[in-house]
Nanobody, 125 residues
Framework: VQLQASGGGLVQPGGSLRLSCAAPGFTFDDYVIGWFRQAPGKEREEVSCVSGSGDDTYYADFVKGRFTISRDNAKNTVYLQMNSLKPEDTAVYYC???????????????????WGKGTLVTVSS
């Protein structure tokens, strides 16, 4: 299982970015996918998670109302739309998955086995 995260960059406070996590080559809708982030000097934290079908989602409190997770199983891609970005959202963002996690619920954690390389999001004026 290989995951490819992309879409990071430099954005001003209040701006938007859309991250993508592509996962070619496997039965994509069998897998929950999570987005995590790690800021310098801080532990990795879960941002959002989506079930295999996309029907169930989870958001950390600090992104609720600002970020939206979605998936296009035909394209084997999960998206994280990030709006109203704040400087404290600055971090390397990672997507992750694990076939051992029940696909029908948006339940992810940092113990997942497969991680993509991160994409850097910098929110600064």
């Amino acid at each position: 299982v290989q995951l490819q995260a992309s879409g990071g960059g430099l954005v001003q406070p209040g701006g938007s970015l859309r991250l993508s996590c592509a996962a070619p080559g496997f039965t994509f809708d069998d897998y929950v996918i999570g987005w995590f982030r790690q800021a310098p000097g801080k532990e990795r934290e879960e941002v959002s998670c989506v079930s295999g079908s996309g029907d169930d989602t989870y958001y950390a409190d600090f992104v609720k109302g600002r970020f939206t997770i979605s998936r296009d199983n035909a394209k084997n891609t999960v998206y994280l739309q990030m709006n109203s970005l704040k400087p404290e959202d600055t971090a390397v963002y990672y997507c992750a998955t694990d076939p051992g996690y029940y696909k029908d619920y948006a339940s992810c954690d940092a113990g997942m086995d497969y991680w993509g390389k991160g994409t850097l999001v910098t929110v600064s004026s």
